[in-house]
């Protein structure tokens, strides 16, 4: 298990939502687990299994405890929690704000103390800290301070992930309250413009990212095809085309959000594994300096939409990461200048470029760049300066 401190880079894992809500169990946890590592999740950096809501009972015990529904989680969580810990991975659970979570069920208000000591004991390493029924007359800036105090002194290191879909003004305060990550979005679906909806809403919050609390704009789509059994999320709606996945994961890769899979990953197809473990992709997103990507309007501007647009990401060593999206339904070019990017001509320097999804270089190529991306599409480069 790494031994950074807590939230240095967005969280990679799984989450149950998407595709499970409230159908959860320990074996499909432990299935999850064992995926993880049979098929290259833990290796490719993914580590938290995190249960979302619909967990418990309905009522707390006579203590004022939260129970683990003992028809989904028979053996208990401390005994699935040292499951996934043997496994060499961490274990994350869901709470909320309010009097009850969004399903339902008990929610942690005015138990915030007592919750994190009974998560600390169970082994639990990330809490989803959810914003349904919040007393109307409580800031939830205190309440999120609250939980962010009692995990930090719960004895155990908990991830806080707060969950207040960026409502009432989150980015001002929500560093400060001691989140690691904080949703800015509503819930996202599994189709095409819930992914570009969501994507859009966070351009220009670039500033509002970074190292310990770092901007998440939801769980993962990628691999679920309609697979959820939920009409909202997406079995209704019919899913995603593969490329509209490609785009997905490079916009949540390039903006620096948490990377939390919501598919059913027992059954994913091949090239559902092939989006989520690309390694030039994750290097991206796990860039130890943490960084927002700026944005960049392509030339020309004669075609005026936010729908084309090129974000660039500076990375640690000095590369840059530029991700090419097309999120209009016809192909374009997009072209980028390198004075953009701070590289005029006089520099003495051209970029060698090396192409993310396919994974080969691309060559050297000096003032400007122009691939041609297909509608819904996304081209990602990693970009070396290299001197004339
Ligand atoms: C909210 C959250 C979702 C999920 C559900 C659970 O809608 O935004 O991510 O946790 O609650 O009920």
Redesign the pocket.
């Known amino acids: 298990m790494s031994t950074l401190p807590l939230g240095l880079r967005p969280a990679m894992g799984w989450n149950s939502?998407n595709t499970f809500?409230w159908d959860i169990n320990e074996q499909l946890i432990r299935d999850v687990a064992d995926r993880f590592v049979a098929d290259g999740y833990k290796e490719a950096g993914y580590e938290y299994i995190v249960i979302?809501?619909?967990w418990s009972l309905k009522e707390r015990d006579a203590e004022g405890r939260l129970v683990p529904d003992p028809a989904k989680f028979p053996s208990g969580m401390k005994a699935l929690a040292d499951y996934i810990h043997s496994k060499g991975l961490k274990f994350g659970m869901?709470s909320c704000v309010g009097t009850h979570?969004?399903?339902g069920y008990p929610g942690s208000f005015e138990h915030e103390f007592q919750d994190a000591q009974q998560l600390a004991e169970w082994g639990v390493d990330f809490l989803?800290y959810?914003?349904?029924f919040k007393p109307r007359q409580m800031s939830g800036e205190l309440l999120y301070k609250r939980m962010s105090l009692a995990l930090k002194n719960s004895g155990r290191d908990i991830l806080f992930s707060a969950?207040n879909?960026g409502e009432d003004g989150v980015y001002q305060w929500i560093r400060e309250s001691g989140a690691h990550m904080y949703?800015s979005t509503?819930?996202i679906q599994d189709h095409w413009e819930s992914i570009k909806r969501l994507a859009l809403s966070q351009l220009g919050q670039e500033c509002y990212t970074g190292s310990f609390c770092h901007n998440d704009l939801?769980?993962l789509v990628v691999g679920m095809y309609g697979g959820s059994n939920n009409g909202f999320i997406g079995s209704k709606i019919g899913g995603c085309t593969e490329l509209e996945y490609r785009t997905h994961f490079a916009l949540w890769s390039l903006m620096g959000s948490p990377l939390m899979i919501g598919c059913d990953i027992r059954t994913a197809e091949p090239s559902t594994r092939d989006i989520l473990l690309n390694p030039a992709l994750i290097a991206i997103n796990q860039d130890l300096e943490g960084r927002g990507a700026y944005r960049i309007k392509p030339e020309p501007q004669w075609f005026h939409t936010d729908e084309v647009f090129i974000l660039v990401k500076v990375l640690t060593d000095g590369d840059l990461a530029i991700g090419f999206f097309n999120l209009s339904d016809d192909q374009r070019e997009i072209s980028l200048q390198f004075w953009d990017l701070g590289l005029p001509y006089a520099s003495g320097f051209s970029l060698s470029l090396y192409d993310c999804w396919e994974q080969r270089e691309l060559g050297v190529f000096t003032e400007r760049y122009a691939p041609t991306v297909p509608g819904r599409g996304s081209h990602v480069v990693r970009a070396k300066l290299a001197r004339r």
């Open positions: 939502w809500t979302d809501d619909c869901y979570t969004c399903g989803k959810d914003y349904c969950c879909w949703r509503h819930d939801d769980m």
